[in-house]
């Protein structure tokens, strides 16, 4: 069990690292009492809180009367009957100030080059992209599928959509076609987006030919249109009639186009991610809500200034690149980099070789991304941090996964020198942006804790029934109260929203986040202690273990049944362990080896490389009580290679459990 030693190291933990006063100094919330006044404010005045900051944040072509309706809950509505487009918010308000010719996006391409794109240069692009769209018929509520590699192009793309009111889905490119066809059919997508191919560590990999095999899988008539964009010189598949490459599409195409204004419950996009059953949710998310809190926490968590340059390494992918690259950033009026490439490449310094490039100063990362650069920086000075000038940092972030006490003391030191804040931003893709994090200029900062929810956020950890669990017990992470950005419902599972989301048990309105947490007793700090559902989070991604298991039983020549836990991993936080009965016996040695990697190379098509089981343990049978019921506990000890103390009587077959104990 990890939850007790979470918790205990929680309580022991004791390093406090103030904010100094350089930080403080002009800090957009500065100091504690600031950061109080405004949760006083929101507590005394809910209503009132939200829409002061909605007025004051977001740019609204008809400005909303009612802030937020629970009749329908937890079906909530904000800002219900104001107007605002999210593209405008993030360039046409820029238009005509001081922000109109700043940069508005660095990129720097996996091969090194480098372009910069004002304001100005993007509305003109996001407009004729736009501008084309409409001339494929693709129009307001209709469902575009983006599966695109890390480039300008792809947040020009979302953009545009947003501009005309289609829904974008973003499918990391790094999903195979089953999972494009999927997510093609579930949101009932008219177009796809997607390039030819993309460069990821000097190697050209396809996107395009993903996309056919995709739409060769079956029922995606609703597809009328593919545009493609030319990444590299190489040649694609195109489909006459249905493809057209970016250059085709955008020929004569005006670099003006009026954005449409929507409603602020207008859906900005769909976003799919795993849950404890074998389908992804589609979380769908709001315009004015997510518009709002993408600002907003740019300004709060990054204490964003005018001449920052930020930069969040996230895939737009993901929900963090949708609201901290997509939209956050240009709302904000920041400077940001976006990088096409991997951190390694090529070398592990690149990183630390970017911010020195472009005077990055405030850096967004993952906990993955720093274990496995503290590893190769140790490993070789050449890529250590010190290797490069990175007096230009002023704030340092982290998402996606708990970031571990020592992790962050190396981020700290050798990264931020001992003066750039951490903020460990805890949220989801169902939040829409960060719900529990540090702010720069007030938050004593604690290593391993997303310290305190933002202002107006009403997180608590609960019992089973909803009841407020005292400091230092651990319990269940919920959110009391609605906020603007949360999800609105799954893409056409509205039951599926309020039964995965809003327990009855706990009356019906605790948003559930699936996370355990714990408060420390003296400051009432958050810790996160891992999830409390069948989700695993692997190198930060989100990955179903029912969804694995439906991938391998899919195996059917080969595959009997199977079962999939996480256990810890040093550097990727939780690891994928499979345990698979095959249909032929239990096979050893290189026989073994062999059919693990056809079980690998088949989660990676059906699902992606990111799915791909690190270990597989092979048995003739899963241990399972008399009952019938797979004892999912006994195979998570296994899966650490802990010896078993736990009672095994009720196991129908305790032979097993030496057979399961080798891993492939
Ligand atoms: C899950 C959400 C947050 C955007 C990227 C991931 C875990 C996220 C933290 C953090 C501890 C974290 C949780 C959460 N998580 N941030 N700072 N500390 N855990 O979004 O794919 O929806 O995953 O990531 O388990 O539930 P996501």
Redesign the pocket.
Known sequence: MSTPSVIESVLVENRVFEPSEAVMKGACISGMDAYSALCAEAATDFGGYWARLARENVVWSKPFTKTLDESNAPFYKWFEDGELNASANCLDKHMGTPNENKVAVIFEADGGEVTKTTYKELLAKVSQFANALKARGIQKGDRVLIYMPMTLEGVIAMQACARIGAIHSVVFGGFSAKAVQERIIDAGAVAVITSNFQMRGGKELPLKAIVDDGLGLGSCESIKTVMVFERTSTACNMVEGRDVTFTEALAGQSTECAPVMVGAEHPLFILF?SGSTGKPKGVQHATGGFVLWAKLTMDWTFDLRPDDVFWCT?DIG???GHAYVAYGPLAAGATQIIFEGVPTYPNAGRFWQMIERHKCSIFYTAPTAIRSLIKSAEADSKVHPDASDLTSLRILG??????NPEAWMWYYKNVGHEKCPIV???????TGGHVITPLPGATPLVPGS?TLPLPGIMAAIVDEAGHDVPNGSGGMLVIKRPWPSMIRTIWGDPERFKASYFPAEMGGTYYL???GAVRSIDRGYFR?T??IDD?L?VS???MGTMEIESALVAKTDLVAEAAVVGRPDDLTGEAICAFVVLKRGVPTGDEAKAIAKQLRDWVAKEIGPIAKPKDIRFGENLPKTRSGKIMRRLLRSLAKGETITQDTSTLENPAILSQLGQAY
Do not use: K, Y
């Not at 982290?398 to 970031?403: Q, T």
């Not at 460990?424 to 169902?430: M, P, R, V």
């Open positions: 991610t996230a993901w929900i963090t982290s998402v996606g996964e708990p970031i460990d931003t805890f949220w989801q893709t169902e997303c986040a699936g996370d996160i891992g999830r989700v989070n930060g991604h989100r």
